[in-house]
């Protein structure tokens, strides 16, 4: 019993060290040791995303489709990661929030279309997903919260298992994000907004129309602030990323707590 134990553990630490992949990521200027390269992140992608669209309405409009894919291309074209194939849909639903998958898929929900007023606006929504994918911050997650479930989806394990990871992972899209990890998407999308050639500042006016809706309606479920909180703190820090200065009222932004 005790070297079947034991077997198992040798095991599992041989599945861990092979799938792990040190790497410079350009986007966080770090090296990292990941459980999932590229590769299984892609697929990751690709397994989650299908069921993702057939659980909401994909919307069908051409001209906003047209419109999301013609600044994804802009950003996507001075981002820090280029060893993923992008890609972006709105889905149909008065919901205010934008996530992002794992392998280069981003989703924006037709409430926070309506909400934007310029392209400029929405370019910034965009980066900041763009952001959590160039730096990781979704397949870093779901490696910490769900590794072994996240290894039964890239797995060819029975469909019941593949479906509960599955069900998993896509829970794992509305939980928030850390602070950190706000900020440094973030940070990420003032650089590609302003190399891509728009204006950083309508982010900055943006998060403060998200912020006086969420204000007013700080409980509903799915929305922008609960998946991307600390939008008073991120005014701030996309502030100090435009102008490369920190404002007194920005410093005591960041050192507050709502
Ligand atoms: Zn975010």
């Known amino acids: 019993m005790k070297t079947r134990k034991l077997f198992f553990f040798i095991a599992l630490v041989t599945v861990f060290l092979q799938g792990c992949a040190t790497e410079y990521n350009l986007a966080t200027k770090k090296q990292e040791t990941l459980l999932y390269g590229t590769e299984k992140e892609v697929k990751i992608g690709e397994t989650i995303a299908p069921k993702i669209e057939a659980q909401y309405d994909i919307l069908t409009d051409v001209d906003v489709n047209e419109r999301l894919q013609r600044i994804l291309d802009r950003i996507v074209a001075v981002c820090d990661r280029k060893d993923l194939v992008y890609f972006i849909k709105a889905i149909d639903e008065d919901l205010i929030n934008a ?64 479906a509960s990871g599955v069900n998993l992972a896509i829970n794992s899209l509305f939980l928030e994000y850390s602070q950190k990890d706000e900020f440094e998407a ?42 991307h909180p600390y939008i008073s703190q991120r005014i701030s820090v996309v502030n100090q990323e435009i102008t490369g200065k920190l404002e007194f009222k920005d410093y005591l932004n960041l050192i507050g707590n709502d």
Request: hydrophobic share 40%.
């Open 186 to 227: 973030d940070r990420l999308s003032v650089k590609y907004l302003k190399k891509a050639g728009y204006d950083p500042k309508a982010m900055v006016a943006f998060l403060k129309k998200l912020k006086a809706e969420g204000e007013k309606d700080p409980l509903k479920k799915y929305s922008y602030w609960r998946t």
């Open 99 to 162: 996530v992002s998958l794992p392998g280069g898929y981003v989703y924006v929900f037709r409430g926070l279309i309506e909400r934007v007023d310029n392209d400029d606006q929405l370019a910034g929504v965009i980066a900041h997903e763009v952001g959590h994918i160039t730096a990781k911050h979704g397949i870093k997650r779901m490696q910490n919260a769900y590794a072994a479930l996240a290894l039964q989806i890239v797995s060819t394990q029975t469909n019941a298992r593949v």
